[in-house]
């Protein structure tokens, strides 16, 4: 039997309903230790200092979010039409944390489900970008699992959708029968919440009067650099479980911004000043290492002894 890496642990119940601009669940439950963001933009609202923001770009998501308590029960409350697809896909992958990568841990952990149709257009072409990818190490990549809708109460899901595969012309291949087209409608997408941080410009970047800099993942960066792009999820809702609800909203906002000229000035200042200070504490370390060996040689290589 297969060892999940995070689906049978255990810890206390997260009751908060609210969100505000501090996660407070940071500090109360700690990060997982994969994740690498965080949040890139002041938190008065106020641009990035010494950076001109070329556009910016946002968008408000609905979708509903459970708890791996919530697998076996029957939905709107729970996940049971999906119980061992999803139990499979997320016992395969490092859980990639909630909100700013909040790890709940054990059957509090939490999963965000939607319909496909409300992922936006880039973000799903990404997700079958990578579900194509044939290479064997690449499916403990995927951070998104997109599953089919139950046709008929009662049927189980057993496995995620997998797009059928292309050549390098982008024409499909494999066999139609190995690869079932399901309609977008058909079908929902599941991930942990964290993972939206890794193509988070995606989100919001169709529409927008910068949506080639958006769509350009190489550009987006974990802190702001000159030609860089930056995004974070700005706001979030938690689901009222008191009365079963799962519903929530979550706000992705990002920018395009390039450093200033006052800028650039300030950061090459503060970059001289940084290496100025490291070699100055390299000199004291090295006087102190040959005024240390001096005094051994001094003693005829014995340690003196000042008791």
Request: overall charge neutral.
């Amino acid at each position: 039997m297969r060892t999940r890496s995070w689906l049978f642990l255990v810890s206390p119940l997260l009751c908060a309903t609210a969100h505000s601009a501090i996660n407070w669940d940071v500090y109360e439950y700690g990060v997982v230790d994969n994740f690498k963001w965080s949040r890139p933009f002041p938190d008065d609202g106020t641009d990035p200092g010494g950076f001109h923001v070329n556009c910016r770009a946002g968008g408000t998501f609905h979708a509903k979010m459970y708890k791996l308590i919530d697998l076996p029960h029957q939905p709107p409350s729970g996940l049971a039409p999906w119980h061992d697809a999803f139990e499979d896909f997320l016992g395969a992958r490092e859980y990639a944390g909630s909100w700013d990568g909040v790890d709940h841990k054990g059957q509090d952990r939490e999963i965000v489900v939607m319909d496909y149709v409300d992922v936006p257009i880039p973000v799903r072409n990404w997700i079958e970008e990578q579900q194509r990818d044939p290479s064997p190490t690449n499916d403990k990549k995927w951070l998104y699992g997109v599953f089919e809708k139950p046709k008929e109460a009662g049927d189980k899901i057993v496995r995620n959708v997998r797009p059928q595969p292309t050549n390098e012309a982008g024409e499909l291949m494999g066999n139609a029968e190995d690869y079932p087209t399901v309609p977008d409608k058909d079908k929902i997408v599941m991930f942990p919440a964290g993972a939206v941080y890794e193509i988070a410009p995606l989100w919001v970047a169709k529409g927008s009067k910068c949506e080639r800099e958006l769509n350009n993942l190489a550009k987006y960066k974990h802190e702001a650099v000159d030609h860089s792009v930056l995004a974070w999820v700005m706001d979030h809702t938690k689901p009222n479980r008191d009365i079963g609800q799962r519903g929530i909203t979550f706000r992705i906002e990002a920018m395009s911004v390039t450093e200033t000229e006052d800028g650039k000035k300030a950061r090459l200042m503060w970059e001289r000043l940084h290496r100025a200070v490291k070699r100055n504490e390299r000199r004291i370390k090295k006087e102190e290492r040959l005024k240390a060996k001096k005094e051994l040689e001094s003693n005829g290589g014995r340690i003196k002894d000042e008791l």
